[in-house]
């Protein structure tokens, strides 16, 4: 998110703004905006295409997003050269990378 948008997003939090589901997709609040009558074939077709996924995978690149923005860049990288061994071969090799 742009520091612009995110002193949006601030004002909206602290002033309790409603804003419409567009605002909030420019925003980046939300993946995408879809209309109603569309909302249960969009969300199967997402899960479908998550499902032939690798779950590891999936559950290493949340963590990754999850806690990436939390710490330096270093113990970013140790992080991320972690994931690649989890993912390649399909363990832990190291104390520096946690899926929990």
Known sequence: ???KDLTKVKGLIFT?????AK???????VNVVIPKENFRET?????????????IALKVAKTLINKGSEIG???AIT???????????G???GRSFSLH
Do not use: C, N, Y
Not at 16 to 20: E, R, S, Y
Not at 49 to 55: M, R, S, T
Not at 79 to 89: D, G, T, Y
């Open 43 to 55: 969300v199967r077709r997402f899960a479908l295409e998550l499902a032939q996924k690798a779950p």
């Open 1 to 3: 998110m742009e520091p």
């Open 23 to 29: 605002t909030s997709e420019q925003l980046g609040l």
């Open 91 to 93: 363990r832990l090799s």
């Open 73 to 75: 860049l270093d113990a």
């Open 79 to 89: 992080m991320e050269r972690e994931a690649f061994s989890v993912i390649l071969h």
């Open 16 to 20: 309790g703004k409603m804003i419409d």
